[in-house]
C-alpha cells in the first residue's frame, strides 16, 4: 500500500510540476492531453492494490501469454545464434580492415569485406574488395596472406 501512496505523491507532484512549465492559453491542448494521462496513471495506481482480490496477476510472463514450447525454444536459439554470428562477422571485418590498413596501407574506404559462414557457424570465405590506391596490391600475394591467417577461403579482387 506504501507503494500506491508513493506512486500518487510522484505522479501528482510531476502533473503540478509539468502544468506550471506549459503556456498559459496557448497550450490548452497540451494540458487537455496531460490531464489524460495524468488521470491514467492515477486510475491505474488505485487499481492496483485490488487485483489481487480479483485473481487477477498484474505480472504476467511470457511464457504464460505464448506458451513455451520445443518450437519457441528452437526460435528463441536461432534469434541468438544469428545475433553472435552477426556480431563475429562484424568483429572479423574490423580485425581485417585494421590488418589491411595495418600490413598493406590500405585505407578503410578503399576495402570492402564480405564473410561467408557455413551453417554450423565457422568461417567459410571471405572476399575482398579492393577500389582506389589499393588496386596498386597484388591480389594473389595478399588473398594467399589473408587465407594462411584465417585458415579459409580468400579471394581478392
Known sequence: ??????????V?????LSELLLPGDEGRGTK????LLVSLAVLLL????VLPYLHIAPDLALEELVGES???????????????????????????LALLDEEYDIANDDAYIKVYFEDTGEL???????????????????????????GCETEVR
Open 1 to 10: 500500500m506504501g507503494n500506491t501512496v508513493l506512486g500518487l505523491f510522484g
Open 12 to 16: 501528482c507532484v510531476a502533473a503540478a
Open 32 to 35: 487537455t492531453v496531460l490531464r
Open 46 to 49: 488505485l487499481i492496483r492494490p
Open 70 to 96: 520445443e518450437d519457441t525454444t528452437a526460435y528463441y536459439q536461432e534469434i541468438f545464434e544469428r545475433a553472435v554470428r552477426s556480431q563475429s562477422e562484424g568483429d572479423l571485418k574490423a580485425g581485417l
Open 124 to 150: 567459410l570465405r571471405v572476399e575482398i574488395y579492393l577500389s582506389g590506391h589499393a588496386l596498386l596490391q597484388d591480389p594473389d600475394a595478399l588473398a594467399a596472406d589473408i587465407s594462411a591467417r584465417l
